[in-house]
């Protein structure tokens, strides 16, 4: 199921651009999003497999991309989820 | 009045734009290839005016609003916001038709659609990625239709058929003399973001070129109704390429080039629909 907040908070940031915040402190960001506590730590440890099925694909390759991970980490770590979904 | 010209199909990998300095020579001869030809045919046909065909890539719509389609009514619109494309592309704003536009507009709601509308969108790579290599020199005027291709739930096929035919009305009733080019924008076979990522089904791309060719309308919208959930989200994106068939009336299909090009992770498709 689609998680709003999460993805709004992904699209906020494609949108700014703020890289370097980001990488710095995820933590301001994360307050300003009504996002479950749950999805919050899965933000915060890149936990891949518990955030793919939340938020549309190409937010997640942009938001990835964000975080600074290159296409090649990227696929390695979709191909380890094991239960895809399509949104 | 004016005329329908032909229509025309493309793929639009961000990385043709993003990697375009470190692609393989052979995938870039490739890519250039399909999109100098299509330039050439392009030029032949003289259009005013080109209605182009492609997603939005979440830069004018976020899940609030998400419209299934998008025209674009505006006297300018902007151009590429993503840094891998703006510094390349040669137009900061591109030229609208507020007067066809607002002509489209109203076919599409006299034809039982109701679309979204905007006076004010940027257009990203879903547009300019085939704009930069087709390199038109003087470029038409632009009118983006956006076709929501991201997120489901999206247009059905069928829908999408519905679409083009009522493009075409469009054209083929403004009383004005204008030349009318459609470029559909997306596909061919690719998957982003999910666990298939880098994946290209040349099954399903040489299927759906074979079906262009041969196939009615109904066999059509069979076809992909069964193949498109197992083509990768990419895929989906063929709903520009129905539209631009759909505006050609299902005739004069032509493939200029097809080739699965893994470094920009897109089965990568140029078409053309000549008139008769």
Redesign the interface.
């Known amino acids: 199921m689609t998680d709003y907040w999460l993805s709004k908070m992904m699209f906020d940031l494609q949108k700014s651009g703020d890289v370097s915040s980001w990488r710095a402190d995820r933590e301001p960001f994360l307050e300003q999003y009504p996002i479950s506590e749950e999805m919050k730590q899965a933000v915060r440890d890149d936990n891949l497999a518990a955030i793919a099925p939340h938020v549309n694909a190409y937010l997640l390759r942009f938001y990835c991309g964000i975080c600074g991970m290159g296409d090649k980490e990227f696929i390695e770590r979709l191909r380890e989820i094991n239960t895809p979904e399509r949104h | 009045m004016a005329q329908l010209v032909g229509a025309f199909a493309s793929s639009h990998a961000p990385l043709i734009a993003r990697d375009w300095d470190i692609l393989p020579p052979e995938a870039k001869q490739k890519i250039s290839s399909g999109f100098r030809e299509m330039r050439s045919r392009i030029e032949e046909l003289c259009p005013d005016l080109l209605i182009m065909l492609a997603p939005d ?2 830069v004018n719509f ?3 609003n998400l419209p299934a389609f998008c025209i674009g009514l505006g006297p300018e619109h902007g151009g590429p916001p993503e ?1 891998f494309l703006s510094p390349k592309f040669p137009y900061k704003k591109l030229k609208g038709h507020p007067e066809f536009s607002r002509h489209l507009a109203d076919t599409a709601f006299e034809s039982g659609f109701d679309p979204s509308l905007s006076y004010n969108v940027n257009l990203d790579h879903g547009f300019c990625i085939p704009l930069w290599q087709l390199g038109l020199d003087p470029l038409p005027k632009v009118i983006p239709i956006f076709v929501n291709e ?3 739930p999206m247009p059905s096929i069928k829908r999408c058929f519905d679409w083009g035919r009522m493009i075409r009305s469009a054209i083929v009733n403004y009383p004005e003399d204008l030349k009318v080019a459609v470029i559909g924008s997306g596909g061919l076979s690719h998957s ?7 994946k290209i089904d040349e099954r399903f791309d040489k299927d759906c070129i074979d079906s262009f060719s041969k196939a009615n309308e109904a066999e059509i919208i069979e076809k992909l109704i069964k193949n498109l ?1 197992n083509a990768g ?1 990419g895929s989906e994106e063929i709903r520009s390429w129905i539209i631009a068939h759909a505006v050609m009336n299902g005739e004069g299909f032509e493939l200029i080039d097809y080739a699965p090009i893994l470094e920009v992770y897109v089965g990568c498709g140029w078409a053309e629909w000549k008139i008769a």
Request: zero cysteines; glycine letters at 12%; proline letters at 17%.
């Open positions: 890539h979440w976020f899940l609030d840094p991201l997120e489901q982003i973001g999910e666990p298939t990522m880098g959930p989200n």
